[in-house]
Nanobody, 124 residues
Framework: QVQLVESGGGSVQAGGSLRLSCAAS??????MGWFRQAPGLEREGVAG????????LYADSVKGRFTISHDSAKNTLYLQMNSLKPEDTAMYYC???????????????????WGQGTQVTVSS
């Protein structure tokens, strides 16, 4: 059974850091990503990765602040978030699929499997 379980969310002040984790079970996915959704807004891509290599893709809004990584031994996806801003406040979701084209890694419609989400709140 496919399962993605996120953890690591919380409340921090602007400028702080958080590290999100997503433990995957049931399958080893070639492509995974982090997405977020703030109240009243559409879900947007934050970062995506090919789990077997180093190819990554970031939204412009998080470049230089967030880092996506994957530990194949643990089958776990990470998102290191530094220099957090109030506008980063959202529910963060982990997603996975068998094979998504690199240029589409930030498109939520391309991913079939989703976690339940973890809340990130950044106060000013």
């Amino acid at each position: 059974q496919v399962q993605l379980v996120e953890s690591g969310g919380g409340s921090v002040q602007a400028g702080g850091s958080l590290r999100l984790s997503c433990a995957a079970s049931g399958y080893s996915y070639r492509t995974m990503g982090w997405f977020r959704q703030a109240p009243g807004l559409e879900r947007e891509g934050v970062a995506g990765i090919y789990t077997g290599g180093v190819n990554t893709l970031y939204a412009d809004s998080v470049k230089g602040r967030f880092t996506i990584s994957h530990d194949s031994a643990k089958n776990t996806l990470y998102l290191q978030m530094n220099s957090l801003k109030p506008e980063d406040t959202a529910m963060y979701y982990c997603a996975a699929d068998v094979n998504v084209r690199w240029r589409l890694l930030l498109d939520p419609s391309r991913f079939a499997y989703w976690g339940q989400g973890t809340q990130v709140t950044v106060s000013s």
